[in-house]
């Protein structure tokens, strides 16, 4: 399966932050990367970041939205509307 990307934002002025959809060793995997301007205008998969396995992704998901609340019940974040 070619890479499927879900989501990117800036991190930075040379660093975007990448979640995609791919595969490894016939492995279906989640994605969150960091790539990176190398300079000639391609980016580029940084060292940064975390590949897992798609069965995961339920887990994963449910920990970022806990997170989500919990910064938001903080006032880290702006509240969703």
């Known amino acids: 399966?070619?890479?499927?990307?879900?989501?990117?934002?800036p991190r930075n002025a040379r660093e975007t932050l990448r979640v995609s959809l791919a595969?490894?060793?016939?492995?279906?995997?989640?994605?969150?990367?960091?790539?990176?301007d190398d300079g000639a205008g391609r980016m580029k998969p940084g060292r940064q970041?975390?590949?897992?396995?798609?069965?995961q992704l339920p887990r994963l998901a449910e920990a970022v939205a806990h997170?989500?609340?919990e910064?938001?019940?903080r006032g880290l974040v702006a509240p969703r509307s």
């Open 67 to 69: 997170a989500l609340a």
């Open 23 to 36: 595969e490894f060793k016939g492995a279906p995997t989640v994605d969150l990367r960091v790539w990176y």
């Open 49 to 55: 970041g975390v590949t897992l396995s798609t069965k």
């Open 71 to 73: 910064a938001e019940a």
């Open 1 to 9: 399966m070619d890479p499927v990307v879900i989501a990117e934002w």
